[in-house]
């Protein structure tokens, strides 16, 4: 079982910034497929960022130019920097792991509210 906890969410005003943390309590984080994930009120959870273990990254349409993801292998730790953030952007934050076919984690998620 792989432990992951994520930090950094909060309230914020339109047009604001926010730096979400993922902490991976496992020993395959540097080889492993990393991705922030949302789910808002009534909807389905999507995808907002992938972080591949080589450094490649993907973004959803609704967050290019304003979120940025990143990691620290050395920290095993994954993180979203959102600026101008938007209030429909109001979500829960989940982090994803995933390595090889059949290992796929989930973070507890953490809210982020965008509202003035």
């Known amino acids: 079982q792989v432990q992951l906890v994520e930090s950094g969410g909060g309230l914020v005003q339109p047009g604001g910034s926010l730096r979400l943390s993922c902490a991976a309590a496992?020993?395959?984080?540097?080889?492993?497929?990393m991705g922030w994930y949302r789910q808002a009120p009534g909807k389905q959870r999507e995808l907002v960022a992938t972080i591949t273990s080589g450094g490649t990254t993907t973004y959803a349409d609704s967050v290019k130019g304003r979120f940025t993801i990143s990691r620290d292998n050395a920290k095993n730790t994954v993180y979203l920097q959102m600026n101008s953030l938007k209030p429909e952007d109001t979500a829960v934050y989940y982090c994803?792991?995933?390595?090889?076919?059949?290992?796929?984690?989930w973070g507890q998620g953490t809210q982020v509210t965008v509202s003035s």
């Open positions: 994803n792991l995933r390595w090889g076919a059949t290992s796929n984690y």
């Open positions: 496992t020993i395959i984080f540097r080889i492993s497929d």
